[in-house]
């Protein structure tokens, strides 16, 4: 088997349903034309990617519907049920009437009859029409129905059109709230995680649990909107990638398989595709990963803009839990 063709690990959630290790972020800024995201879309099934991590936020659902069934047509795959679709549920439709409606419209959307993974995109309700996080009016913050918002999401597992339920940006406090009100823990918590803001505390909270960790930026980011360049520029892990011929964005992807979780990474370039699923065939040593555990840690996206002495959120430590 050639080498992009390779079969991708797979993981065991909570639900019973398994979920490839490796998944294709699809958020841009500015998000390309729909034909250019089908193209890269298709290149990242043609090269061995089966899950892609989508969001009504991001405005690529559409442009994946499109390629899963072109993929289809083309030979690619034989059928849906061979891909892995993760989408979220915006932070505007964080009630427990507007759940059910939002998935609907993004299966709609995706022209799809179910999704593999649906997520809670953040522990934040916004007034409806709010745009993205990056720069939200303090008046637009709602109280979040954390028990009764996850009760829907518990409704649309029954009814088969999420196959596993889960969370994003949920630290240990708000999980264990969820976890004592829920029938149906959540499988997944997609979090910000990488070399440089390494979540072992949460990472070990999720573990003992039984909920899986997905990192979102696993390289971190490097526009101008947020993040740093605190991973690619690492000297620690140039040294480590030199030695084992490596690049510095394998290495910083095997030190997160190493640590049990999964990630969602994001590239157009087919190539890096090609690089990124290319971590399985080396390990990082107790000594490079010992190395790995001295980068400064800080995070990519701090979440101050939606901090307000007035909001839920009146200090980072309440937005975050105190998860480091």
Known sequence: MEEEQMKIPEVTLSSGHKM????????AH?????????????DAIDTGYRHFDTASMYGSEEALGLAVKLAVERGLIKNRQEMFITSKLWC?????????PALQCTLKTLGMDYLDLYLIHFPLRLKQGSGDLGSVPKENILPFDINGT?????ECSRLGLAKSI??????????????????????????????SWQQQKLLQFCKERGIHVTAWSPLSANGARWGTLQVMESPILKEIAAAEHKTVAQVALRWIYQQGASFVVKTFNKERMRENLQIFNSELSTDELEKIKQIPQRRGWSGDVIVHKDGPYKTLEELWDGDT
């Open 150 to 154: 996850w009760e829907a999401m518990e």
């Open 166 to 195: 889960g969370v994003s940006n949920f630290g240990h406090k708000k999980l264990t709230q969820l976890l004592q009100h829920a029938t149906i823990p959540p499988a997944v918590n997609q979090v910000e995680m990488n070399v």
């Open 30 to 42: 500015p998000l390309p034309p729909n034909d250019t995201l089908v193209s890269v879309f298709l």
């Open 92 to 100: 505007s439709d964080a009630h427990p009437d507007l759940v059910l």
């Open 20 to 27: 490839p290790l490796i998944g294709m972020g699809t958020t």
